[in-house]
């Protein structure tokens, strides 16, 4: 074989060689499609991160709707409601570490004729490869609505006791609670007047005009300030000497200091009582305005030891509205535990009496002929017995967001849980 020849057999030995070799075929094929792989991959890992991302927003969707929806129990325009979900939604995406951009609406919807919170949280993140695939980067979101289990807010509770006829409305009173319930541990007696609530209940019986059909064989409510502490320091007892006969004045203005009144004091004429804040604490006498004085005081609470009541009558003016800090936020007027007297209110100008009106061992008397307590945001009446006579109209408005008096636990807006609207 000639030289020639055995060149052209070696150079066919080696072309057949690298045909066969396909290392060669894989590297090309890598060249080609490798970056294909590798840009399916890291989008599979961002789309991954945003499906995370989503379920998470949705998760803080849900819980920020169920946060809110309690505070639609409440007598109020939904804002309470607003404000507590946009709050826990705030929180929960600060603790993200890398959470995204995002945008949150909160409003008050009717689902079913049941107000209900609806949730939407919008958020952004960007894609990778700058924001190219998708463009723009990515938007997903957050839809949520729940609704309040809340029980209505209760703002009459007679806690009764062995008596019958603890909640008796006789001849043309009237109670009106549009917005709370009316609860008796004992029995409910309308005999001519009417009551109108939220809701009505009683432990025994409940017969009368009473709307909505009142239930009967509810659950006994016990006392919410059973752990009040009434009892006054030392410091705050009579002196040896004091007045045994009442403090009389008819006319001007008289400016009175928080702290002991002792032998009474009555208010008649033109005169006008002005409480200043703080606790005021009546101790063996009346409190009596008559005639058409009148009695104002804001940011006070009233006290009335077992030898003393107060009595609101003729046409006399009273506004008054109660503690807004202190272990006595929210009381107006309190009795200690061993009074056991009729408390009056039959003066034709009670407009106001904001915040509870505690008597746990007395009866409260509402009479005259006119509304009673009506300008009030928010009243809570707490009884051993509620009587009405005459023709007044005691009103119980329940208006809680209204002012700066707090609700006291217990009473007004009671919490029942909430639940998410499919």
């Not at 746990?360 to 009479?367: D, G, K, N, Y």
Request: charged share 20%; hydrophobic share 45%; proline share 5%.
């Amino acid at each position: 074989m000639t030289v020639v020849g055995r060149i052209l057999r070696r150079l066919g030995a080696r072309l057949r060689r690298l045909r066969s070799d396909t290392r060669g075929n894989i590297a090309l094929g890598f060249a080609l499609i490798g970056p294909t792989v590798i840009l399916l991959g890291v989008g599979a890992v961002d789309l991954f991160a945003v499906h995370t991302a989503q379920t998470r927003l949705q998760s803080i969707a849900d819980a920020g709707a169920l946060a809110g929806a309690p505070a639609l129990a409440l007598a109020t325009d939904g804002a309470a409601a607003k404000e507590r979900a946009a709050a826990f939604v705030t929180g929960a995406m600060s603790e993200w570490a890398e959470a995204p951009d995002f945008e949150g609406t909160y409003e008050i919807v009717n689902q079913g004729g049941q107000r209900a919170i609806h949730v939407v949280l919008r958020g952004h993140r960007p894609s990778f490869f700058a924001n190219m695939l998708p463009p723009g980067g990515w938007n997903f979101s957050g839809d949520a609505t729940a609704t309040s289990l809340g029980l209505v807010p209760l703002c009459v509770l007679v806690t009764g006791g062995s008596q019958t006829k603890v909640l008796n409305v006789n001849d043309t009173g009237r109670l009106t609670a549009p917005a709370c319930m009316v609860h008796s541990n004992r029995d409910i007696l309308v005999a001519g007047g009417s009551i109108t609530a939220a809701a009505v209940q009683a432990v025994t019986s409940a017969t009368g005009a009473i709307s909505p059909s009142p239930g009967t064989g509810a659950a006994r409510i016990d006392d919410p300030f059973a752990n009040l502490d009434l009892t006054r320091n030392r410091g705050l007892d009579c002196p040896i000497g004091a007045l045994l006969e009442p403090l009389k004045l008819a006319v001007g203005i008289t400016r009175l200091r928080p702290g002991v009144h002792c032998g009474g004091l009555e208010m008649s004429g033109t005169g006008t009582l002005i409480l200043e804040p703080g606790e005021h604490w009546f101790l063996g006498g009346k409190l009596v305005i008559k005639d058409t004085a009148r009695l104002e005081g804001d940011d006070v609470v009233l006290f009335f030891d077992k030898a003393s009541k107060f009595d609101f009558i003729d046409s006399s003016l009273v506004r008054l509205s109660g503690r807004t800090t202190g272990p006595y936020a929210g009381i107006v007027m309190a009795a200690t535990r061993d009074n056991p007297q009729d408390f009056i209110i039959s003066s034709d100008n009670v407009e106001s009496l904001l915040g509870v009106i505690y008597v746990p061992a007395a009866r409260l008397l509402v009479e005259g002929k006119a509304d009673v307590a009506r300008d009030s945001a928010w009243t809570v009446i707490v009884a051993r017995m509620l009587q009405m006579n005459g023709s007044p109209s005691l009103f119980i408005n329940a208006n809680y967001n209204a002012t700066n008096v707090p609700v006291p636990e217990g009473v007004g807006p009671r919490t029942g849980g909430s639940r998410l609207i499919e």
